[in-house]
């Protein structure tokens, strides 16, 4: 079994949170997130996780909590202290892309006010209503995906 390379670990968090962040995800949760998916145990206070990353606690605090939020991290107890623990959540991807009526069902509510604004009869209306369609058939088809992914893995698939 080959060693861990901490400095090629280090990178990889980078370039993660790097490309997450390209993508729309704020730059220090993705940091965050990035550091408690290759601790070993997958948990880290929010001192360790400001140490390895080289930021404040405060700093490490204030992604967690958005990360917290967003249900890709939990918080917990650490035993005999009063500090908190923070820990990614297992298949956290799959199951954030569906929660709380999944990100397209929202982008689609607010697609419709949109239609509501300019009138359905109109041109933009018609564009804005054939994107609100689009986003409905993605959070349908994120959610069919989603329950693919969760029968392969019990091995149901």
Do not use: C
Request: proline share 3%; aromatic share 8%; charged share 20%.
């Amino acid at each position: 079994m080959a060693e861990r390379d901490e400095e090629a670990v280090r990178r990889f968090v980078e370039h993660l949170a790097m490309t997450l962040n390209d993508l729309g995800f704020p730059r220090m949760p993705a940091r965050v997130l990035g550091a408690l998916t290759v601790a070993e145990d997958g948990v880290l206070t929010a001192a360790q996780l400001g140490a390895w990353l080289g930021v404040s606690p405060a700093a490490a605090s204030e992604a967690v909590r958005y990360l917290v939020q967003v249900g890709l991290v939990l918080r917990e107890p650490v035993p005999g202290s009063r500090s908190t623990r923070y820990r990614a959540v297992g298949n956290s991807w799959y199951m954030a892309s569906v929660a709380k009526g999944g990100v397209y069902k929202q982008v689609a509510d607010v697609m419709g006010e949109g239609v509501a604004a300019v009138g359905a009869a109109t041109a933009a209306g018609a564009r804005i209503t054939e994107m609100t369609e689009f986003f409905l058939f993605l959070q349908e088809e994120i959610a069919a995906l989603v329950e693919k992914w969760q029968a392969k893995r019990a091995g149901t698939a």
